[in-house]
């Protein structure tokens, strides 16, 4: 008889969160619920914690306390509100696994509240490791836990990893779909709106990881996050186009060789390989055949276009808070672009200033990383509010 593993999963109510849960649910006697949280979609969680019953439940959003609290009031499902008690419920005894699929820089300090407590971490939340890589792999290596990748790309290079020597990684491959925009000019980019590039050609995702993929941000944040994940340089990691996404990521050793991971675009496959690490266990989803797609594509991504791939690159090569502050500035304008405050190509241009403005730190600790990730987002905050009158945006 398997033993149940004990779930604890940050961010439940969003994409990724709801994709676990499916596999959950469809795997009844391999997982116990025992956490779930939420920013502040109440009325999702409290459905989520009838179904589930977990021991507790989180809502973030302190004004919605009462009302999950009334809703559970028959059950015996503790429910706690605000930031700080994300990183207390994730203590708690019996805890197995933490899915950590917050958005955001907020997934910083839930997931290492779980790694100082020893537990498992399955990692959905890339901005953990670009905002203070560093010191969360020390923790990693400190408390003896395993940090199993989600995303689609890491999830790829880690099973391609799986039985091999990581010291004969030579380089390591990120595909990339090009998002809603690929192979458009500058020119055309100046006008795109918020609805145009949250229409994902490949992907349903939520709606900050969806712009990332439209500016390539969220390509520069895999290159910075695979940094820190398979202990690599610069100069190891490289990003290509692959506009159909099945070629998932690749791993080329010292010999020469290539491996790869295919597969649908479904985040379920790497959701259940995580959770389920390190089994593979059977599922219902729809397989992938060679008939239906007889070609890849691949190309270099327009870097000079998206500048954000650059600014991720030049964030790593720097260092210390430079990514995290690069974080912040994107956490930011991503915001104001899905409320039609900003421009397109501003969104790089106003990322790229915070850079500069902000002091660079070659060693941050948890609290330096926190102060950066304030400041940033005050001097982002403002230069949005002084290019209002300089950029036309499209409403």
């Not at 901005?127 to 020390?138: D, H, K, S």
């Not at 993929?213 to 692959?242: C, P, Y």
């Amino acid at each position: 008889m398997v033993k149940k593993k004990q779930l604890a999963i940050l961010g439940a109510t969003g994409s990724i969160g709801t994709q676990a849960l499916e596999v959950v649910r469809a795997n009844p006697d391999r997982f116990v619920i025992q956490v779930l949280t939420a920013a502040a979609n109440a009325e999702l969680l409290i459905q989520q914690a009838l179904e589930f019953r977990p021991r507790a439940v989180v809502i973030a959003d302190e004004r919605k306390y009462a009302e999950v609290k009334k809703a559970l009031a028959g059950t015996s499902t503790a429910v706690l509100a605000g930031n700080a008690a994300l990183e207390e419920v994730v203590q708690g005894d019996g805890i197995d696994l933490v899915l950590t699929a917050l958005v955001g820089s907020a997934g910083l300090r839930p997931t290492v509240a779980a790694i100082r407590a020893g537990k498992d971490i399955a990692l959905a939340n890339k901005e953990t490791l670009v905002v203070a890589g560093q010191l969360v792999m020390a923790l990693v290596e400190k408390h003896g836990v395993n940090l199993l990748p989600v995303d689609s790309e890491h999830s790829a290079i880690f099973q391609c990893l799986v039985g091999e020597d990581s010291n004969s990684v030579e380089k390591i491959y990120l595909t990339a779909s090009g998002g809603p925009f690929r192979g458009k000019s500058r020119e055309y980019l100046a006008t795109v709106s918020h609805e145009q590039a949250l229409r994902h050609p490949n992907w349903v995702m939520g709606a900050k990881i969806t712009i990332d993929s439209a500016t390539l941000m969220n390509k520069g944040l895999e290159v910075i996050e695979a940094k820190w994940l398979f202990g690599l340089d610069i100069r190891q990691i490289d990003v290509v186009v692959h506009p159909q996404s099945i070629v998932h990521s690749l791993v080329q050793f010292a010999d020469g060789s290539i491996k790869a991971q295919l597969g649908l675009p479904d985040m379920r496959l790497p959701i259940q390989y995580a959770l389920m690490y390190p089994e593979r266990v059977k599922n219902s989803f729809k397989r992938f055949s060679f008939i239906a797609y007889p070609e890849f594509t691949f190309e270099q991504p327009d870097r000079q276009t998206f500048r954000n791939l650059a600014l991720a690159y030049h964030a790593m090569e720097r260092g210390g808070n430079v990514p995290c502050i690069l974080n912040a500035a994107n956490e930011v304008v991503v915001a104001e672009f899905l409320k039609g405050k900003v421009g397109f190509l501003q969104m790089s241009d106003i990322i790229e200033e915070t850079m500069q403005a902000v002091d660079h730190l070659p060693l941050p600790s948890l609290d330096d990383y926190m102060a950066t990730d304030s400041k940033s987002r005050e001097i982002a905050t403002a230069l949005v509010t002084k290019s209002k009158n300089l950029y036309h945006i499209v409403k």
